[in-house]
């Protein structure tokens, strides 16, 4: 099992069909909390439903597109992040991420998310990243702020979800401004990356 440390207890791992079983209790226990704010077919009930995103997922990497990891505490699935989208020939790509609540201000996916960042610009050549969340998932637009991306524009009631339409902030980041995060706290307030070498450690997570 490949996996990588991203503080005291908790680690990065692939998120595999193997996995389906655990992917669904976690689910029971997340779903609700993070329905408002992922698309809506991530969401599954049951271990048949799991195992068929963790497939389309696994698919999608085989033909060296979308990714899905998963994000441990304490030995218990409690989150992951993701490429929602990685396209090397047009150089770009989106990442996204859930958290159970209990997981939730410890850093885990902040540090996930530039581990995929430092991979994706330093080891697969790629030109910019964006991030897509509800205007109102206040949360999510931290963690964009301290990957260092720049707010570029609201899609307005583009999401529906519970009987209304809500607006979509559109977040990116550039590999030539990622890459003068080299020390501290960006002039902008964004945060510095990890270092290349836990993104290239993504090509171990997939070769498990």
Request: hydrophobic residues 40%.
């Amino acid at each position: 099992m490949f996996s990588l440390p991203l503080a005291d207890d908790a680690e990065l791992r692939p998120l595999e069909v193997r996995h389906a079983e655990e992917f669904a209790a976690h689910m029971d226990r997340a779903g609700e909390h993070i329905r408002p704010w992922v698309g809506p077919t991530f969401v599954t009930d049951g271990v048949d439903g799991a195992r068929a995103t963790l497939r389309r997922y696994a698919d999608r990497q085989a033909a060296d597109g979308a990714r899905l990891y998963g994000i441990w505490l304490g030995g218990a699935l409690v989150g992951g992040v993701l490429f929602a989208d990685f396209d090397t020939d047009a150089g770009t790509c989106e990442l996204g991420c859930w958290l159970e609540p209990a997981a939730e201000g410890h850093g885990l996916v902040t540090a996930a998310c530039r581990t995929l960042l430092d991979w994706a610009f330093a080891d697969r050549g790629l030109h910019r990243a964006e991030w897509q969340c509800r205007a109102d998932n206040e949360r999510s637009g931290a963690v964009a702020q301290r990957l260092g991306m720049v707010l570029e524009g609201v899609l307005r009631e583009v999401w529906p979800y519970g009987g209304r339409r809500h607006d979509k902030q559109i977040w990116s980041v550039l590999a030539s401004e990622y890459a003068t995060c080299v020390s501290g706290i960006r002039k902008d307030g964004g945060a510095r990356p990890v270092g290349p070498m836990r993104g290239r450690a993504v090509d171990g997570l997939e070769a498990g």
